[in-house]
């Protein structure tokens, strides 16, 4: 989540008119590829396990209780998950764990930034400024590929039937985006001109992609989002964002889009010609989780003072459930049921319906949580474990 944080200081400023073309290139350039993590441009290509192929990579513990694994050798980036099972995203190895904290199976890797993202039954890794992905779901890795002419990767997104959407770097656009089959079959493509598509989302149907992408317009950060369908070469509809970075799309909806930047915006399909509804955090939104109702919740730094944790829940609709204030600095959240769970350091708060359900005490400090089989896990760069 520091990305968002930069996304909304970086602002460019101009004191001179000749200036204002190289300011906005750059501004683009940074944001959209420096921000991201777009600045290798090697090439690494993925590599399947050999016999005790990752052993040598990391060594995993199930703690005593049965509750946590360690993973020694390499970091761990992030955790996703879907159908019960955890993604454990490392600096070298994709490793699949079920909620008991058994490791199902483990896919080495070399890409130097890599990334996973993930729906109800597929997921994808991909390699950001470069060209390999790879589509996995609980038993295993079921396809391996290259973007179109191997233009490096920007963003990628997929969908419960496996159909995915890969956003590349081009030499006729600024960027472009690419749906496929699970199979890597080409089904449409769409040339974004001016802007980086830097994250996207797929429609239930599959047959539509909502796209936000970051440019500059007059020496300042211009963010934009499109509505694609496959039936057609131009975006069904578009709306801008000036001075403001975006850093996620979703449907909460079959209609309806929600973005992320220093405010959450929900946009109305069928109503496009009106204004999207907007809704102001009390400061930068430090970490957002949408559920598959559509509910989110979005935690940022909290108005009483230092070390303090602002919490709202939003229905589909862009209605305030509740706002509450926790202690400590804002890290994580995520929603289970009618809680939220909400991480500040060491200490993970459940909260429902506008009250403090429960305080649980980690012996380590967390970087993010993780929904699981019906279980809250906490997960740092070494370590996976069970919230109790």
Same mark, same amino acid.
């Not at 990391?58 to 955890?86: A, L, W």
């Not at 190895?93 to 996973?116: C, F, M």
């Not at 109702?293 to 939003?314: E, H, P, Q, R, W």
């Given at each position: ?6 996304? /909304? ?6 004191? /001179?008119?000749?200036? =204002? ?8 350039? =940074? ?41 020694? +050798? ?11 099972? &955890? ?13 008991? +904290?058994?490791?199902? @199976? ?56 496996? *159909? ?21 079959? #080409? ?8 802007? @980086?598509?830097?994250? &996207? ?17 007059? +020496?300042? =950060? ?6 694609l369908d496959i039936y057609s070469d131009k975006a069904q509809c578009d709306f801008s964002l000036e001075g403001e970075g975006i850093t996620d799309i979703k449907y909460t909806g079959k209609n309806i889009i929600s973005l992320f930047t220093g405010k959450r915006v929900l946009y109305d399909i069928k109503a496009a010609k009106g204004a999207p509804q ?11 989780? *949408? ?25 589909? #609709?862009? /209605?305030? #459930?509740?706002? &509450? ?23 993970? @708060?459940?909260?429902? #319906? ?6 649980? *005490?980690?012996?380590? *400090? ?15 760069? +070494? ?6």
């Open positions: 989540m520091r990305m968002k944080k930069k996304l /909304q200081k970086l602002k460019v400023k101009l004191s /001179q008119r000749n200036m =204002i073309v190289i300011v906005a290139v750059s501004a683009v350039i =940074i944001v959209a590829l420096g921000v991201f993590g777009f600045l290798r441009s090697d090439f690494h290509n993925a590599y399947s396990d050999g016999e005790n192929g990752s052993e040598s990579l990391f060594s995993s513990i199930v703690s005593s209780d049965g509750k946590g694994v360690t993973f020694t +050798g390499n970091d761990i980036i992030t955790v996703k998950s879907f159908s019960g099972r &955890m993604f454990v995203l490392t600096e070298k190895l994709l490793a699949s764990v079920d909620s008991d +904290g058994e490791i199902k @199976y483990t896919k080495v890797h070399n890409y130097k930034n890599p990334a996973i993202e993930v729906s109800d039954k597929y997921g994808i890794l991909f390699n950001r400024n470069s060209h390999e992905y790879m589509i996995f779901t609980t038993k295993g890795i079921i396809n391996e590929g290259a973007s179109d002419e191997e233009n490096d990767i920007i963003a990628a997104a997929i969908n419960g039937d496996g *159909t995915f959407a890969l956003s590349t770097k081009s030499d006729s656009s600024a960027s472009k985006v690419y749906l496929h089959t699970k199979k890597g079959e #080409k089904k449409y493509i769409w040339a974004c001109g001016e802007e @980086y598509a830097v994250t &996207m989302d797929i429609h239930s149907s599959s047959k539509k992609i909502a796209v936000g992408a970051i440019g500059a317009s007059g +020496g300042e =950060i211009l963010s934009k989002s499109y509505l907007k809704s102001e955090f009390t400061s930068s939104a430090v970490s957002t989780y *949408t559920d598959g109702s559509g509910n989110t919740a979005v935690i940022s730094d909290g108005i009483g003072g230092f070390d303090k944790t602002s919490l709202t829940l939003y229905t589909s #609709k862009n /209605q305030v #459930k509740y706002t &509450m204030e926790l202690d400590g600095k804002p890290g994580d959240v995520v929603l289970k049921g009618k809680s939220a769970f909400v991480l500040c350091g060491n200490v993970v @708060y459940e909260t429902a #319906k506008g009250k403090l359900r429960n305080t649980s *005490t980690l012996d380590f *400090t967390a970087e993010g949580l993780v929904v699981s089989g019906g279980k809250i896990f906490a997960y740092s760069s +070494g370590f996976l474990k069970e919230v109790e």
